[in-house]
């Protein structure tokens, strides 16, 4: 078992190493840093090349990426652009755990701005999660054991309903019924926007309040989804032998249902969970704009915007590795699940 | 409609379950299947009875009918009784039948390859029914799950209850499956074609593990096949189905010697025999077996049989004692109309 980890651990590795050079080329592509850094003044054509230099703009881009990768401490480097390398590179790179310094916020660096939104974008979308998957179970247990019932017809109509609406629709929708019109109405309205109330302060009751929402709207997409699953999921393995096997004997229904048949049922099941969950700290991009939540969702699309490379290749590297991690831990899960599953 | 005269073969011994009139019928998207069509038959204590008849013929459905395991939907079981020590099983609650599913009556099943759950261990698959019908502690079930293990003919049962289902042959799996089902000593036991899926040589040690079984444990056994020759050498009395009917009933011996039924003979006929040409063709039955979707009229042989008259197609022929330990439901070798 530990072998089998520890190879693909090693697998991992060239794998990583090609993700980033492909996000790291893309990102080249996307446009000007320099050009926004001005604030609302058009950057001086002397300014330009200073930074372009301090940045390591100026060097052809396999050398950027090597820089950002292992640093340029071992070398040195122009800066006051007389052509002579004179100054010594003071960064450490990736591999040395220096994301770089962020562009957009100066004297910050990458990952004092990601680390600074982990907790609250985990805090969302684990919450999130938690719900998807009590809801979808409840829900698709349930449609799968009173198949073609009304209750099942009506569940089917709403999934579908919820799978088919554009997740800013359902925000937005959200929002317009529970704060607009339930505070005209007179009604206890629900904040529409960020994590807390500022003039109360970030107290437990106030983060909750305001996860309400954006909670609600992550949720309705992904249960409705989830749900439509696990009910074929459940009926196919409900129809198998061993399901009348153990009616045969006589054992109590709830007991076949979630021993005998939810353990079988639950292989294809951690595999869509484990690969939902490694994205969750990609944060939801819809959703945490519209509820201006501060989470990495959001802070990759202000980031993307000013095509802030050291910040943006941060968060997808850090996505890239959780997503290799998880899907490692799915198939540790799937071993612990199926007996016939080993890896030796 | 039949009202069936009691055997007067053997003593006397007391009736176990007694099936009346049993109606099953499948509502699905292509019309309503006809699968068991009004079927009565007795089986007593400790006898054995063997169900033949080809696939789709009504013999497994009715014995799932009777066990309350027939999924419902789509599933209904139109009218009849199935009476249980008194008791009428297709008429009581869930929570009772499912004391009588594992406990009284115990089902072997076809496949044992999907028949045991993959990912339970057999311990666990063995214990659970210990521990639900005769309420026994963890490690009372475990070592009585030892001992059917043994008994059943698992080498090295102790060490082998902590393994899963795949980790087990085909012909082992069967006798895990046989000894869970044995667990609680049911007074009967249903195999349901409990060989058809195994090698033949693995099929003989089945069969011979399962009589000796029933000797040992003195239970009623009906055996649900197609394969005549296992009949020959087990059972008792053997009832042949055809189209969800009982077309004949008789002791096995008056079956194989003077079988009063056409799609019995036809059975016959098509056995393959030692004794003949090894070019000769194996007979088959020509014609296919009815469309169960269309409600049963007439004699549901009548469109492939050879001894056919007019009456088999309008009047279906009810089951006709021709001696006292058989029963036939042909107009023509029962009714006495062949003379026409």
């Known amino acids: 078992m530990s072998r089998y980890i520890i190879r693909r651990l090693l697998q991992a590795i060239p794998l990583l190493f090609f993700v980033s050079i492909i996000l790291f080329v893309l990102m080249g592509q996307m446009g000007d840093p320099i050009a926004t850094m001005g604030g609302r003044r058009v950057t001086r054509p002397a300014d330009r090349e200073r930074l372009t230099r301090q940045l390591g703009l100026d060097q052809p881009g396999y050398m950027q990426y090597l820089y950002w990768l292992v640093g340029n401490d071992w070398r040195q480097i122009d800066l006051d652009g007389d052509g002579v390398p004179d100054t010594t590179g003071t960064r450490r790179g990736i591999l040395r755990g220096d994301f770089g310094m962020s562009l957009m916020k100066r004297g910050q660096s990458a990952w004092e701005v990601i680390w600074d939104r982990v907790p609250n974008t985990l805090l969302l979308m684990v919450t999130s999660e938690v719900v998807i998957i009590i809801f979808a179970l409840l829900i698709g247990v349930f449609s799968a054991l009173r198949q073609y019932s009304l209750a099942d017809h009506v569940i089917t109509a709403v999934s579908f309903i919820g799978y088919s609406t554009p997740i800013f629709f359902f925000a937005l929708l959200s929002i317009y019924i529970f704060s607009v019109n339930f505070k005209r109405w007179g009604l206890p309205s629900l904040p529409a926007v960020g994590m807390f109330d500022p003039q109360v302060g970030r107290t437990p009751g106030q983060v909750a309040l305001h996860m309400i929402l954006p909670v609600a709207t992550i949720t309705f997409v992904s249960i409705a989804a989830y749900s439509r699953y696990i009910r074929s999921t459940m009926l196919e393995v409900l129809n198998e032998d061993y399901i009348r096997t153990a009616r045969a004997k006589g054992l109590r229904n709830r007991y076949i249902l979630f021993v005998h048949a939810l353990k079988n049922a639950a292989l294809p099941i951690v595999t869509l969970i484990g690969l939902d969950l490694a994205l969750l700290l990609g944060g939801a991009l819809v959703t945490e704009r519209i509820f201006a939540w501060p989470g990495m969702g959001r802070l990759f699309l202000d980031h993307m915007q000013r095509f802030d490379t050291p910040v943006v290749m941060g968060i997808l590297i850090l996505l890239s590795v959780t997503v290799i991690v998880f899907q490692i831990i799915t198939d540790l899960t799937y071993a612990l699940l199926d007996p016939r599953i080993r890896y030796d | ?97 499912q004391s009588v599913r594992g406990g009284d ?61 795949h980790q087990f042959s085909g012909g082992m799996r069967q006798r895990v499956m046989i000894a869970m089902m044995l667990a609680c000593n049911p007074s009967l036991l249903i195999a349901d074609e409990p060989t058809t899926a195994l090698d033949v040589t693995i099929q003989a040690q089945i069969v011979e593990l399962v009589t000796r079984m029933r000797e040992k444990l003195g239970m009623a056994l009906i055996w649900i096949t197609h394969d005549l020759g296992v009949v020959a050498g087990l059972a008792e009395r053997v009832i042949v189905m055809y189209a969800g009917m009982i077309v004949e009933e008789a002791d096995v011996d008056s079956l194989f010697d003077r079988p009063r039924h056409p799609y019995t003979l036809a059975l016959l006929g098509a056995l393959p025999r030692v004794d003949r040409r090894r070019d000769s063709r194996l007979n088959s039955i020509p014609g296919a077996p009815p469309n169960l979707l269309v409600e049963p009229r007439g004699c549901p042989f009548a469109p492939r049989c050879e001894y056919v008259i007019e009456r088999c197609r309008v009047e279906r022929p009810p089951l006709m004692p021709v001696s006292p330990t058989q029963r036939s439901a042909c107009w023509v070798l029962a009714g006495g109309e062949g003379n026409n």
Not at chain 2, 106 to 126: E, G, K, W
């Open chain 2, 1 to 97: 409609m039949t009202v069936y005269a009691s055997h007067s073969t053997a003593a006397p011994r007391p009736l176990l379950l007694d099936i009346r009139n049993l109606q099953v019928r499948f509502y699905t998207p292509e019309g309503t299947v006809y699968a068991v069509n009004d079927i009565s038959y007795k089986v007593h204590e400790g006898e054995v009875v063997a169900v033949v008849g080809e696939s789709g013929c009504g013999k497994s459905v009715s014995m799932m009918a009777v066990l309350g395991l027939i999924p419902r939907p789509p599933g209904e079981i139109a009218g009849g009784e199935a009476l249980f020590m008194g008791r009428d099983l297709l008429r009581l609650p869930e929570d009772d039948m």
């Open chain 2, 105 to 165: 009556i115990a089902m072997v099943f076809q496949d044992p390859m999907t028949s045991l759950n993959p990912v339970l261990s057999v311990r666990r698959q063995m214990t659970e029914s210990l521990r639900r019908h005769a309420n026994m502690s963890p490690e009372q079930a475990r070592d009585r799950a030892v001992e059917l293990l043994e008994l059943v003919g698992i080498p090295d049962a102790a060490r082998r209850l902590g393994d899963y289902p």
